[in-house]
C-alpha cells in the first residue's frame, strides 16, 4: 500500500524504468476515485429529480394511462358486461359516467389480464387508487434493484444509479404504467433461472407475456436452449393468464383481443402506423411504402408488397443471432446472463408500439452486459454500453412534415437499439468457444421457414385492403378517427375522436366543421332530416336536441331518428347492457318506452320506413341481427356474429357488417327477396354503414391501411 502512494513528482525523479508498476497502481486509484465522485453526483441529482419533481407531479395527476386500466378492472369489480371494452366510444362513454377526470382513455393494445393488477385498488376513487399504485410501484421497484444487486454483483450505486437515470422510469411513474412490475417479474426470472429454478423462472415468463405479449419470445429461447423445465414453466404461466383471463372477462372480450387486437398490435396497426414519434420498425416502414390518403399521402415509394417482405426480413435479421448464439444445455451464469439480455434487447428492439416508458426495461440488460464487462475490466465498453443506453432513454422519434425517404432521419432511438444488440452479440461471440460458433442446420431452417410464413401471410394481407382509397372522404390529420355516419340531404353527420376528446362533426362538399371543444363528450349524432338529435356524455349520457328549445332525454344515448321526423329510438344502459327505448318526436308527452327485453344487449340499430326497428344485439355470446315492430315483438333475422345495420330510406336495402376472420366486412340485403351480397373483402374494418336519403349510395367507416378502428369514412356507389 505504502508503494501506491508514491507521486508523480517521485515518478518522473525515478523514470519509469525503475518502478512503472507503481505509477499504474496510483494512476488507477485516482482514475477509480474520480470515477467515483462522479457517479455519486449523478446519483444525488437524479434521485433529487425523481423525489423533488417527478414523485411529486405523478402523485397529484393523473395523466394516461392509469386510468385505462384502472376502469376496466373497476368496471369488472362492478360487474359490468366488458365485452366492449375495447371499442373506443363505448369505453369512452364508461370513462365519462364513471367521473375518471382524463381527456381520452382506451384499452387498445392492452391484454385484458393486464388491467387485474389494478383489481385490488379499484374501490378507491382513481386518484387515491394511484397514490397506492404508485407506492407499490415504489416497492416493487426497491425489490427489484436488490435482486439485480445478488444477480451482478455490481456496487449498490451502480445498480441505483442505472435506474436513477432511466427518463423511462420517470415517465413510467408519471403515467402510473406496469413496467416497473414488468421488470420486476424479468429481473427475478433471470434470478431464478441462473440459479437453477428454472420451471419457476419460465412460470413467471408466462405472467410477464400475460401483462405484455413480447416476453413469450423467451419461449423460443427456452425450446432453442433444449431446457424442458423453462419452456413447461412458460406455457403454465401463459396458460395460467389466458385461464385467469377468461373466466374474469368471458369468451367474448379475450376473443376479440385473439383475433383483431393482437394480430392488428403484431403488423405495428393497433396504434399510429405512420408516426415516427414510436420510432419502431414498423412505424419506419409503414411511412417509407405505404400509402394513406390522410396519415401517409408521400411516401418514398408506394409498394405495399416491399413492406410486406422486408418487415419480416429486418426482424428475422435483428431476432436470428440472439437465437443462433445461444449454447443449448449451457448453464453457465455468465453465458446466461448475456443471452438473457440479449433476447430482452431483441423484444424491445422489435416492438411495434415502443412508447417510451417501455424501455424502463432496458435496466435488466444493461446491468446483466455491465456485469460482463466489469469482468473484462473493460472500461471504454463500459462507458459506450452507458452512453447507448442514455441515448436510448432520451432520444425517441420525430415526425415532421418531411416526406419520402427523409423518415430515414427521424427514429434515432431505433438505430440506438440496433446497436445494443449488435453489442451483446458481439460479446456473446468473444466468449463463445470456437467450436459452438457453427452453424445450427435445424434452427437456421426453422428461423428460414417461419421468415417464409410471416411474408407469406404479409402478402395474403395486403390483398384488397386498399381498395376503398378511391371512395375516402376527406378528414382533417387532426381527426383521429370519424366514426357512426349518418346522413342530412347532402351532408355527413359523424363523430369525430380528436386529441381534446369526441365531438360532433359535418361534412359537406369536403368542408368539415367540427362542434367547439367541451369539457363533456358528444358521442353520437342523427337527423330526421329537419331536426338533429346528439348524445352528449357526462356523468350520464343524455340525447338532447341541437334545438335547444325541444326537450331532452336523460340517461339516453346512441340516438337514431326515423327519417319521417316522428320517431327517436335510443339506448339505456344498465352495466354495460342496453335496451331500445322509443320517444316519439311528434307527441313530446308521450311516456318513453322500452322496445326490447332485458335479456338482450343491443348495440346498434336503424329504423324501417314502417317505424320497425332493425339492431344487432348480443344473447350469448355472438351478436346477430333481430327485428322489432313498436309493440315490442322481437324476432331473429337468422344473421350470426353481425353489427352495425343500416336500412336504406326506401325499404328495400339492409346494409350491416360481419364478423369473419377476425375482421368485420359489409354485406347487402336485398329485404324484398332476401338475396344477400357481400361487397368488402379486405382484412381490416368496414363498419358503421349509412345509407344516403336516395337510397343509393353507402357512407361507411373504415380503418383500412390505418390503425385498428382508427376509421376513416368512405362514400361508396352502390347503385348507378
Known amino acids: 500500500m505504502e508503494n501506491a502512494l508514491i507521486t508523480t513528482h517521485e515518478y518522473k525523479e525515478h523514470g519509469?524504468?525503475?518502478?512503472?508498476?507503481?505509477?499504474?497502481?496510483?494512476?488507477?486509484?485516482?482514475?477509480?476515485?474520480?470515477?467515483?465522485?462522479?457517479?455519486?453526483?449523478?446519483?444525488?441529482?437524479?434521485?433529487?429529480?425523481?423525489?423533488?419533481?417527478?414523485?411529486?407531479?405523478?402523485?397529484?395527476?393523473?395523466?394516461?394511462?392509469?386510468?385505462?386500466?384502472?376502469?376496466?378492472?373497476?368496471?369488472?369489480?362492478?360487474?359490468?358486461?366488458?365485452?366492449?371494452?375495447?371499442?373506443?366510444?363505448?369505453?369512452?362513454?364508461?370513462?365519462?359516467?364513471?367521473?375518471?377526470?382524463?381527456?381520452?382513455?382506451?384499452?387498445?393494445?392492452?391484454?385484458?389480464?393486464?388491467?387485474?393488477?389494478?383489481?385490488?385498488?379499484?374501490?378507491?376513487?382513481?386518484?387515491?387508487?394511484?397514490?397506492?399504485?404508485?407506492?407499490?410501484?415504489?416497492c416493487l421497484l426497491f425489490a427489484t434493484l436488490a435482486i439485480l444487486r445478488a444477480l451482478t454483483h455490481l456496487p449498490w450505486r451502480r445498480i441505483v444509479l442505472v435506474s436513477a437515470l432511466s427518463i423511462p422510469l420517470q415517465v413510467n411513474f408519471l403515467l402510473g404504467q406496469y413496467y416497473v412490475l414488468l421488470l420486476f417479474l424479468l429481473t427475478l426470472a433471470c434470478w431464478l433461472y441462473i440459479h437453477q429454478r428454472r420451471f419457476l423462472a419460465g412460470v413467471l415468463v408466462g405472467l410477464a407475456s400475460g401483462l405484455k405479449i413480447f416476453p413469450i419470445l423467451y419461449l423460443?429461447?427456452?425450446?432453442?436452449?433444449?431446457?424442458?423445465?423453462?419452456?413447461?414453466?412458460?406455457?403454465?404461466?401463459?396458460?395460467?393468464?389466458?385461464?385467469?383471463?377468461?373466466?374474469?372477462?368471458?369468451?367474448?372480450?379475450?376473443?376479440?383481443?385473439?383475433?383483431?387486437?393482437?394480430?392488428?398490435?403484431?403488423?405495428?396497426?393497433?396504434?399510429?402506423?405512420?408516426?415516427?414519434?414510436?420510432?419502431?420498425?414498423?412505424?419506419?416502414?409503414?411511412?417509407?411504402?405505404?400509402?394513406?390518403?390522410?396519415?401517409?399521402?408521400?411516401?418514398?415509394?408506394?409498394?405495399?408488397?416491399?413492406?410486406?417482405?422486408?418487415?419480416?426480413?429486418?426482424?428475422?435479421?435483428?431476432?436470428?443471432?440472439?437465437?443462433?448464439?445461444?449454447?443449448?444445455?449451457?448453464?453457465?451464469?455468465?453465458?446466461?446472463?448475456?443471452?438473457?439480455?440479449?433476447?430482452?434487447?431483441?423484444?424491445?428492439?422489435?416492438?411495434?408500439?415502443?412508447?417510451?416508458?417501455?424501455?424502463?426495461?432496458?435496466?435488466?440488460?444493461?446491468?446483466?452486459?455491465?456485469?460482463?464487462?466489469?469482468?473484462?475490466?473493460?472500461?471504454?465498453?463500459?462507458?459506450?454500453?452507458?452512453?447507448?443506453?442514455?441515448?436510448?432513454?432520451?432520444?425517441?422519434?420525430?415526425?415532421?412534415?418531411?416526406?419520402?425517404?427523409?423518415?430515414?432521419?427521424?427514429?434515432?432511438?431505433?438505430?440506438?437499439?440496433?446497436?445494443?444488440?449488435?453489442?451483446?452479440?458481439?460479446?456473446?461471440?468473444?466468449?463463445?468457444?470456437?467450436?459452438?460458433?457453427?452453424?445450427?442446420?435445424?434452427?437456421?431452417?426453422?428461423?428460414?421457414?417461419?421468415?417464409?410464413?410471416?411474408?407469406?401471410?404479409?402478402?395474403?394481407?395486403?390483398?384488397?385492403?386498399?381498395?376503398?382509397?378511391?371512395?375516402?372522404i376527406f378528414t382533417p390529420k387532426d381527426v383521429y378517427a370519424a366514426a357512426r355516419p349518418g346522413t342530412e340531404h347532402d351532408s355527413i353527420l359523424f363523430t369525430a375522436f380528436t386529441f381534446d376528446g369526441y365531438r360532433s362533426a359535418i361534412e359537406h362538399f369536403n368542408s368539415i366543421q367540427l362542434s367547439g371543444p367541451s369539457h363533456d363528450d358528444y358521442l353520437a349524432i342523427t337527423s330526421d332530416g329537419s331536426d338533429r338529435w346528439v348524445e352528449r356524455a357526462g356523468s350520464a349520457s343524455t340525447v338532447m336536441p341541437v334545438n335547444i328549445e325541444k326537450g331532452s332525454i336523460p340517461e339516453a344515448e346512441s340516438p337514431i331518428a326515423s327519417s319521417d321526423g316522428r320517431w327517436l329510438a335510443f339506448l339505456r344502459e344498465d352495466h354495460g347492457r342496453a335496451q331500445i327505448w322509443l320517444h316519439a318526436l311528434n307527441k313530446p308527452d308521450k311516456v318513453d318506452r322500452p322496445l326490447t327485453p332485458a335479456g338482450l344487449n343491443v348495440l346498434e340499430m336503424t329504423f324501417l320506413p314502417s317505424g320497425s326497428l332493425i339492431f344487432s344485439?348480443?344473447?350469448?355470446?355472438?351478436?346477430?341481427?333481430?327485428?322489432?315492430?313498436?309493440?315490442?315483438?322481437?324476432?331473429?333475422?337468422?344473421?350470426?356474429?353481425?353489427?352495425?345495420?343500416?336500412?336504406?330510406?326506401?325499404?328495400?336495402?339492409?346494409?350491416y357488417s360481419q364478423l369473419d376472420g377476425g375482421n368485420w366486412n359489409l354485406w347487402l340485403h336485398n329485404l324484398d327477396n332476401g338475396k344477400t351480397n357481400r361487397l368488402t373483402h379486405a382484412a381490416c374494418n368496414n363498419i358503421d354503414p349509412a345509407w344516403t336519403p336516395d337510397s343509393r349510395t353507402l357512407i361507411y367507416a373504415s380503418d383500412c391501411g390505418r390503425a385498428l378502428w382508427f376509421t376513416a369514412l368512405c362514400r361508396r356507389p352502390i347503385f348507378p
Open 16 to 138: 519509469p524504468s525503475e518502478n512503472p508498476e507503481i505509477f499504474q497502481v496510483n494512476h488507477n486509484s485516482k482514475l477509480h476515485r474520480w470515477i467515483s465522485m462522479g457517479e455519486w453526483t449523478l446519483l444525488v441529482l437524479a434521485i433529487a429529480y425523481f423525489g423533488l419533481r417527478t414523485l411529486p407531479h405523478a402523485w397529484r395527476t393523473l395523466n394516461t394511462d392509469f386510468p385505462n386500466y384502472y376502469l376496466t378492472a373497476r368496471l369488472t369489480r362492478e360487474h359490468y358486461d366488458t365485452s366492449r371494452i375495447y371499442e373506443w366510444i363505448w369505453i369512452q362513454r364508461q370513462k365519462d359516467h364513471h367521473d375518471i377526470d382524463q381527456r381520452i382513455v382506451g384499452m387498445v393494445p392492452i391484454t385484458p389480464f393486464s388491467t387485474l393488477v389494478i383489481w385490488p385498488l379499484t374501490s378507491m376513487p382513481v386518484l387515491t387508487a394511484k397514490h397506492g399504485w404508485l407506492i407499490v410501484n415504489l
Open 220 to 472: 423460443v429461447y427456452f425450446a432453442r436452449k433444449k431446457d424442458l423445465k423453462a419452456f413447461v414453466g412458460t406455457v403454465v404461466g401463459c396458460v395460467s393468464t389466458v385461464v385467469v383471463s377468461f373466466l374474469v372477462f368471458g369468451w367474448k372480450l379475450n376473443h376479440t383481443y385473439l383475433t383483431q387486437v393482437l394480430p392488428a398490435a403484431l403488423r405495428g396497426e393497433a396504434l399510429g402506423p405512420y408516426n415516427l414519434k414510436a420510432a419502431s420498425l414498423s412505424s419506419l416502414l409503414h411511412r417509407l411504402f405505404l400509402y394513406e390518403p390522410q396519415l401517409n399521402p408521400h411516401p418514398a415509394m408506394n409498394a405495399p408488397w416491399l413492406f410486406a417482405i422486408v418487415h419480416p426480413l429486418l426482424q428475422m435479421a435483428v431476432m436470428a443471432p440472439a437465437l443462433l448464439l445461444v449454447i443449448p444445455k449451457e448453464h453457465c451464469p455468465r453465458q446466461n446472463r448475456l443471452e438473457w439480455a440479449a433476447i430482452l434487447l431483441v423484444t424491445l428492439t422489435l416492438s411495434t408500439s415502443p412508447a417510451s416508458y417501455l424501455f424502463i426495461l432496458l435496466i435488466l440488460p444493461v446491468c446483466l452486459i455491465w456485469n460482463a464487462l466489469e469482468q473484462q475490466g473493460s472500461r471504454i465498453l463500459i462507458a459506450l454500453l452507458l452512453s447507448l443506453y442514455l441515448a436510448a432513454g432520451v432520444l425517441r422519434g420525430s415526425d415532421p412534415d418531411g416526406e419520402g425517404w427523409y423518415a430515414l432521419l427521424n427514429v434515432p432511438r431505433l438505430y440506438v437499439l440496433i446497436l445494443l444488440c449488435v453489442f451483446v452479440y458481439v460479446l456473446l461471440i468473444r466468449q463463445q468457444p470456437r467450436e459452438s460458433l457453427k452453424l445450427n442446420l435445424f434452427w437456421a431452417t426453422a428461423l428460414g421457414l417461419a421468415l417464409t410464413f410471416s411474408i407469406a401471410a404479409n402478402l395474403r394481407h395486403q390483398q384488397g385492403l386498399y381498395a376503398d382509397y378511391q371512395w375516402r
Open 617 to 655: 344485439a348480443v344473447s350469448g355470446e355472438l351478436p346477430q341481427l333481430f327485428i322489432t315492430d313498436q309493440s315490442g315483438n322481437v324476432r331473429p333475422l337468422g344473421t350470426s356474429e353481425a353489427r352495425y345495420p343500416s336500412a336504406s330510406s326506401d325499404g328495400h336495402w339492409l346494409a
